[in-house]
Nanobody
Framework: QVQVAESGGGLVQAGGSLRLSCAAS????????MGWFRQAPGKEREFVAA????????YYVDSVKGRFTISRDNAKNTVYLQMNSLKPEDTAVYYC?????????????????WGQGTQVTVSS
């Protein structure tokens, strides 16, 4: 049984930092592209960042480029999202997901497994 679990969310002031973690089990972790998504109240879930199977390639939505960094540790079956210079508009539930697609630019529907999400709240 595949399990994906996010952690590390919380309340932070604008300009602050948080590091999200996502641990996956029940799958061959190194065979999956990993992605982070977020969903703000009243909005659709949106892509944030993705990382290739080896970790050698990454892709970000424009709004987080230069502030967020995605990374992975295949030995620990874990993917991370380091979030710096946080803004109130980054407030959302953040989800981790695994995709069997090689491409980093696939939509939500191409992600096979999802976590339950972790709340990130940025106060102004």
């Amino acid at each position: 049984q595949v399990q994906v679990a996010e952690s590390g969310g919380g309340l932070v002031q604008a300009g602050g930092s948080l590091r999200l973690s996502c641990a996956a089990s029940g799958l061959t972790f190194g065979s999956y592209t990993m992605g982070w998504f977020r969903q703000a109240p009243g909005k659709e879930r949106e892509f944030v960042a993705a990382i290739s199977r080896s970790g050698g390639s990454t892709y970000y939505v424009d709004s987080v480029k230069g502030r967020f960094t995605i990374s992975r540790d295949n030995a620990k079956n874990t993917v991370y999202l380091q979030m710096n210079s946080l803004k109130p508009e980054d407030t959302a539930v953040y989800y981790c997901a695994a995709s069997s697609d090689i491409s980093l630019r696939v939509g939500l529907s191409r992600y096979n497994y999802w976590g339950q999400g972790t709340q990130v709240t940025v106060s102004s």
